[in-house]
C-alpha cells in the first residue's frame, strides 16, 4: 500500500514536471521554489481501491508541501446488492448472507439481523442460547481487536508486533474452529436461538484461551503502549476531539477513545449482557487522561480485549442449562416467520461499532425490506477532522485507526 | 518498553509456530517427490488435525435421499439442486458456502459434513 501512496505523488510531480517544461525554464524554477517552502497545495487523491483497509471509499487530500491542509471523502464507489438479494431470500438464507457483510464481525451481523426478526415474530431466545450468543460475539472482538492491532503495527512500519499478535490471534481462531466448526465464519446465530451447543469438555478450551489472553495482556500493553517509537508515532496524531465524536455520530472504539461514554452492550443490553454490567472503556480508565487520538485507539482497543476475557469467562462459569434454540427445525421456523408481519430492528456493538439491522415482513417468506448500517460507515466522517494538519506519513494509520 | 525486542529474542531460540509444508525443503519436482515418498524414501510432514464437527465439504448419500427437497429450500447458495424426475439432488460443490444448513434440515440424514477441506482442483466436476 505504501508503494500506492508514493506512486500517486510521484504520478503528481510528474505532471507538474511537465507543467514546467510547457511555461519554459524560468517559471519553472520559481514554482519548484514554491514547493520547497510549501506554498502551492495539490490534491491526490487515494482509493477507492485499498485506501487503507479493504473499503472501497476514495479520499482526496489537499497536500502542502508534507502537510496535508483538507480532506474530502467519496463513498457509494461500490455496491453489492446484498440488501436486494436478501428481499429475493427467506430469513433461514438470508443468516449466510448477512454472515457476509463483514467477514471479521460476521455474528454481529447475523445477530443483529436475528434480533430484528425475532422482534417482529415475538420469538423468546432460550436464556442458554443467550449466552451462548455473548461468548461467540466476545470471541470475535478479542479476535477483530487483535488483527487490527497488527494492522496498526503494520501500518506503523512495526512488522515485528504485527507478526506478534497475529500469532497471538490464532490461538482464539482455533478455539473459535473447535466451537463452530469454522475459524471466521462462524455461523453460530440462528433464529431464536443458535446452531451449536458448548459441550462440557469445551469450557475447558475456552477457559484456556481466555486465560492465554490475560496472561498475555501486559505483554502486548508493554509492546504497543510502553513502546517510545510507537508513542512517537500515535501520540497526539489523528486528535478526534470529543465533540467532534459527537457531532459526527461516531460509534465503537473510535467515540470512546474520544472520551464518549458510548457502547451498545452498556446503552441497550442485549443477549446475556443485561446480567453483566458491561461499561463503556474509555482512556480515562485506562490511561487516566483522554487525547482522543491514535494512542488513545489502541489503548482503548486493548483494553476491551481484557474485557472480552472477562466476559468470556464470567459465561462460561455461569452459563444456564436448557434449550439453545427456540423451535429445531428450521422449516418450521420458517412457517411460523411466514405469517409474521411488521418492523423490526437489531442494534448490537459489533467490535468496530453499533451494528444496525432493519427488516419489514409482510407476511411473505422472503421480508420486504432490509436495511443494514455497518459501524465503518458511521466512522468514516471522523476520519476527517482526524486527518487536518497530518503528515503524508501518518495518512495510513490514520485511516487505519478507525478500523475500516 | 523493549518488549518487543525481548520477545524477538525469545521467538530466536523456539520451534516455527505455523503449520509446516508437507516437504521440509520445497522439492525441485513434485512429482519425483510423490514418486519417493511412494517408495519410502522420503517422508511427508503429518498433516493438522481437523477438529470434530469442522464443515468441510459436504457428503451426499444418494441412495438415503426421498427427494422432499428441503434442503433446496435452505441453501443459501442454491448449491443444492432438485432434480424433480428423479426425486434426488445435485450438490455443487463449487457454489456451496459450507454453512451446513442443508445436513441440519434433511430428515433422512442423506447429507453430512466431512473433514476434507483441501477442494482447489482444476476440474468443476
Ligand atoms: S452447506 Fe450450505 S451452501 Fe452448501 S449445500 Fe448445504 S446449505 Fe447449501
Ligand atoms: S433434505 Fe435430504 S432427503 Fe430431502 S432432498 Fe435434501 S438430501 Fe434428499
Redesign the pocket.
Known sequence: MKGQWCFMAEKETMRHGKQRLDTGAGRGDEETMQHAKGGTSFTISIGPVHPALKEPIQLDFEIEGEKVKNADLRLSQAHRGIEWIGTNRNPIQIL?LAERICGICNVCHTLSFCRAVESIANIEVPPRAQYIRTVTAELERIHSHMLWAGVAAHELGFDSVMHYTWRAREKVLDTIEILTGNRVTKGMPTIGGVRRDFPEKHHKRILETVGFYKSIFGKLQDMLLHDPVIEARTRGIGVLKKEEALALCAVGPTARASGVKRDVRQDEPYAAYCDLGVRAITPKEVLGEVHGDVFDRIAVRLAEVAQSADIIEHCVRNIPEGKIVFEEKPIKVLAQLRGAQGEGIGRLEAPRGEVFHYVKMTGQEAPYAWKVKAPTYSNLLSILPMMREAQIADIPIIAASIDP | MFGMAKELLRQLFKKPFTNLFPAKRAPGSVKDFLKAVGEGKKKLNPPVPVPEGY?GK?RYYRDKCIGCGL?TR???????VLIPEEKKIR???S?????????E?CPVKA?E?TQEFLLADYKKS
Open positions: 449466510y | 464443515r459436504i434442503c435452505v441453501c443459501p447458495a442454491e448449491a443444492v450438490y455443487h460443490m457454489r456451496c458456502c459450507f454453512c451446513a444448513q442443508c445436513v434440515v447429507l459434513t
